[in-house]
């Protein structure tokens, strides 16, 4: 089993030794100058990482309606330009690059029509997963919360049919706990069910808490550590054949070993 933990939860000298792998964050490594990847501040991070030799995976930028996300760094899959393929195509070059198992996407945002947003996802993750492939890159589309009434694959149904629908082998699912459990309202069996819906396409974990309801702090998804929330983490015992990263997507060291311990206690297949 590989503990991970986001590259915001810690120096990697912290993390060393609680995790073996991290998540690259971009949006928030300051690699970035507006929307120019500056190739000095990577390569000095990246040297700082092979030092502790973890491994990796990569969250290319995405939407968020949040004033300290970088406002250059928008992506909206149902709705990309030029722009925005340049930096999805640079997270997935960094992931062929450093070798890393999965490059995290988030699905669009409805917008005027919830279809046509969809389709438009879809026609965009299809370019997205002919460079993933051409690069031997593999793609997590994650669920989102749908306590925000505006994203698109906050229900596994709709994740598997966008997954299905691009029909490619670099293209999986990252199943995001938290966010399901707001989409779930806290309910374990609801959970339950959107695992086993998902469950055989999932490629990657990103496993964070919350109360299971919307609340003005990001509509309720507050990234909390496992264990501090009402989510039901026993439900991943039903992935008895997943292999990938288990990727505590938390703020802080404490949240990590709180996560860490509570999906110990959870998780029947460590024994």
Same mark, same amino acid.
């Given at each position: ?6 590259? $915001? ?15 690259? +964050?971009?949006? *928030? ?9 500056? &190739?000095? @501040?990577? &390569? ?7 030092? +502790? ?10 939407? %968020? ?12 899959? %149902? ?33 005027? =029509? ?9 026609? &965009? ?6 460079? /993933? ?21 906050? @229900? ?5 049919? /966008?997954?299905?629908?691009? &029909? ?18 806290? =309910? /374990? ?19 964070? =808490? ?22 039901? $983490? ?25 996560? *860490? ?11």
């Amino acid at each position: 089993m590989i503990f991970g933990a986001s590259s $915001f939860a810690g120096t990697p000298g912290e993390l060393k030794g609680n995790v073996d792998s991290i998540e690259l +964050y971009i949006p *928030k490594l300051g690699v970035y100058s507006g929307r120019t990847l500056e &190739n000095e @501040k990577l &390569n000095r991070i990246l040297d700082e990482l092979s030092v +502790y030799e973890f491994a990796s995976t990569i969250h290319a930028p995405y939407f %968020a309606p949040d004033p300290n996300y970088p406002g250059p760094l928008q992506v909206d899959t %149902a709705c990309m330009g030029k722009r925005e393929f340049s930096l999805m195509d640079e997270s997935i070059a960094l992931a062929n690059r450093i070798g890393a198992g999965v490059v995290v996407l988030h699905p669009g945002r409805i917008g005027q =029509d919830r279809e046509v947003a969809f389709s438009s996802m879809v026609k &965009n993750l299809k370019v997205l997963s002919s460079t /993933a492939e051409d690069q031997g890159v593999i793609l997590g589309l994650e669920n989102k919360e749908g306590t925000d009434p505006n994203n698109l694959c906050c @229900k596994a149904e709709e994740l598997v049919r /966008a997954v299905e629908a691009v &029909n490619s082998g670099a293209l999986k699912a990252t199943f995001d706990i938290g966010h399901a459990n707001l989409t779930c309202e806290g =309910d /374990a069996e609801k959970l339950r069910h959107f695992v086993e819906v998902l469950k055989k396409h999932i490629v990657h974990l990103h496993l964070h =808490d919350n109360g299971g309801k919307w609340t003005e702090i990001y509509d309720g998804d507050e990234h909390m550590a496992p264990g501090k929330g009402c989510a039901d $983490f026993s439900v991943l015992n039903l992935l008895s054949g997943y292999r990938g990263v288990y990727n505590l997507e938390v703020f802080s060291m404490e949240d990590v070993l709180l996560g *860490k311990n509570t999906l110990e206690n959870a998780l029947n297949c460590l024994s």
